[in-house]
């Protein structure tokens, strides 16, 4: 008999400590004293940064402004290899690049035919043969335009144009044609803001 009203006084002193810890439930709000609150959870979150300082990577290209080739630079997404940065450079400006008075010197809708890039970071560009139909300056502006978007791309250092398959004599910036890999310092009389030539 003493055993068991010792088992029911200690069941008794064990439901009015649950009841002491918080367990029972509540039916209604309770507002709790700001003094009461941890401090970091009244802490403001972490702004999140904004929009403008997400960078997102890109690809430099050249395009033409009245007789100067200006730096554009597109979506990595749409030319993340050199054959995709080529073949976006000879679709021509985009509707926002043409607005900003950018235009292309490349206007006879050439074919990228393929792009090969070799040990000596050289790198081969076949166009189809209407690419050789441009004249005069824009002549010059085509060629320049692609030389500099291709040695742009990380890991070309300069450019063999060939049409159909057939390496070709292509101009410098003065109008002399040359038929050994071309590299940036060949045009870069033509970007825009460059020193004239003495």
């Avoid at 007789?67 to 940065?85: E, I, K, S, W, Y």
């Avoid at 090969?116 to 824009?138: H, K, P, Q, Y």
């Avoid at 003065?174 to 003495?198: M, N, V």
Wanted: glycine fraction near 8%.
């Amino acid at each position: 008999m003493r055993r068991g009203w010792v088992v029911w006084c200690s069941a008794i002193a064990m439901l009015f400590a649950l009841a002491g810890c918080g367990l029972g439930g509540q039916r209604h709000a309770v507002v709790i004293p700001s003094d009461a609150v941890p401090s970091g959870l009244l802490a403001p979150a972490e702004p999140s940064p904004p929009q403008s300082t997400v960078q997102v990577p890109t690809s430099t290209m050249y395009l033409v402004n009245n007789t100067n080739l200006v730096a554009v630079h597109r979506p990595r997404t749409q030319t993340a290899t050199l054959h995709g940065l080529l073949d976006s450079l000879l679709k021509g400006p985009t509707d926002a690049e043409s607005s900003a008075g950018l235009s292309t010197a490349i206007n006879t809708s050439p074919t990228l035919l393929g792009v090969s890039v070799d040990s000596s970071d050289v790198a081969t560009i076949n166009l189809s043969g209407s690419f050789g139909d441009i004249r005069g300056t824009e002549q010059v502006l085509a060629t320049a335009q692609i030389v500099m978007t291709a040695v742009s791309f990380p890991g070309v250092t300069a450019v063999q144009i060939s049409l159909d398959g057939v390496p070709t004599a292509v101009p410098l910036s003065d109008g002399t044609l040359a038929t050994e890999p071309l590299r940036a310092s060949d045009y870069a009389s033509l970007l825009a803001g460059a020193s004239p030539k003495a």
